[in-house]
């Protein structure tokens, strides 16, 4: 199974069901904290189409800083697989 990390409309990210914090630091320790992505080394990201860039790019940074290796983008329209991805 894969790690999703998803992104709401309103830029709420979160790690699975989980909700990350909307602080960089605190997020970036959250990710690193993963068993599962430190495991991996990857996880795959999705966004809503209406979320802001730039709150996308704030991801990716916790992202590197909390050295996750491999970062994958979902982009797949069929909202029930990207659900069935995340189980």
């Known amino acids: ?31 690193a904290n993963n068993v599962k992505i430190k495991e991996d080394g990857r996880v795959f ?17 916790a992202l590197k800083d909390a050295e996750v290796g491999e970062v994958n983008f979902v982009l797949d329209p069929n909202p029930q697989r990207v659900e069935e991805m995340k189980q």
């Open 45 to 61: 990201l999705q966004g809503d189409k209406n979320v802001d860039h730039g709150r996308i790019v704030d991801i990716l940074a």
């Open 1 to 31: 199974l894969y790690t999703v990390i998803s992104v709401d409309k309103t830029g709420r990210a979160f790690l699975g069901t989980l909700p990350l914090s909307e602080n960089p630091d605190q997020m970036k320790q959250e990710i």
